[in-house]
């Protein structure tokens, strides 16, 4: 089985640098990714990673630690369009089973 | 343009009445997936198609059936609905079953039974 823990509320200021974090317990890890969903919205996919190191898109970071079963997400120069929901997630096989989400509240 | 279309965006049904949700992706796609989110516990998998002609349960997947109807069109049906199903349903896509590269959802249909 596989669970992922995730903090269920982070609160930021605008124009800050946010981090939030994942931790994982799974059989047959294969990479962890990061979804972003908007209230009201649709999940939408933000980055992956398989292999340990940074991944950098835009003012966006993922970073995967697989000897600590450790990731996180990386947000910088804040906007208050980034107040959303953030889900970490891992593949299991051929599905992928989703953690119960970071709200990220954003101060202006 | 591209995507996955789900239909109805929004329902309310009575307890015991049935329904079906439609889903359809235009991408290709090989595998669909089925979720539901309820407050607080994220996203969890109800049903899921890995390539046509396949389905398997998924994590909660009591009270539903599915149907791969051909590549494009994954149907969701709720025999007898309860009040526990009321939930956002989201539907989903990825080119294979173990690609590592992530899903593409649809807008979500937003279910009530009273």
């Known amino acids: 089985g596989q669970s992922l823990e995730q903090p269920s509320e982070v609160t930021a200021v605008e124009g800050a640098i946010v981090q939030i974090n994942c931790t994982y317990q799974t059989s047959g890890f294969y990479g962890l990714s990061w979804y972003q969903q908007h209230d009201g919205g649709a999940p939408t996919f933000l980055s992956y990673n398989a292999l340990d190191g940074l991944e950098e898109t835009g003012r966006f970071s993922s970073f995967l630690s697989r000897s600590d079963s450790y990731g996180y997400l990386l947000l910088q120069e804040l906007q208050m369009k980034d107040s959303a929901s953030y889900f970490c997630a891992v593949r299991r096989d051929d599905k992928i089973i989703f953690g119960k989400g970071t709200r990220l509240h954003i101060l202006p | 343009n591209a995507g996955v279309t789900q239909t109805p965006k929004f329902q309310v049904l009575k307890t015991g009445q049935s329904m079906t949700l439609q889903c359809a992706q235009d991408?290709?796609?090989?595998?669909m997936y089925w979720y539901r989110q309820d407050p607080g516990m994220g996203l969890r998998l109800i049903y899921y198609s890995a390539s046509e002609g396949t389905t398997d349960k998924g994590e909660v997947p009591n009270g539903y059936n599915v149907s791969r109807l051909n590549k494009r069109e994954f149907s969701l049906r709720l025999e007898s609905a309860a009040p526990s199903q009321t939930s956002v349903y989201f539907c989903?896509?990825?080119?294979?079953?173990?690609?590592?590269?992530?899903?593409?959802f649809g807008s979500g249909t937003r279910l009530t039974v009273v």
């Open positions: 991408m290709n796609h090989n595998s």
């Open positions: 989903a896509s990825r080119i294979g079953p173990t690609t590592d590269y992530g899903y593409t």
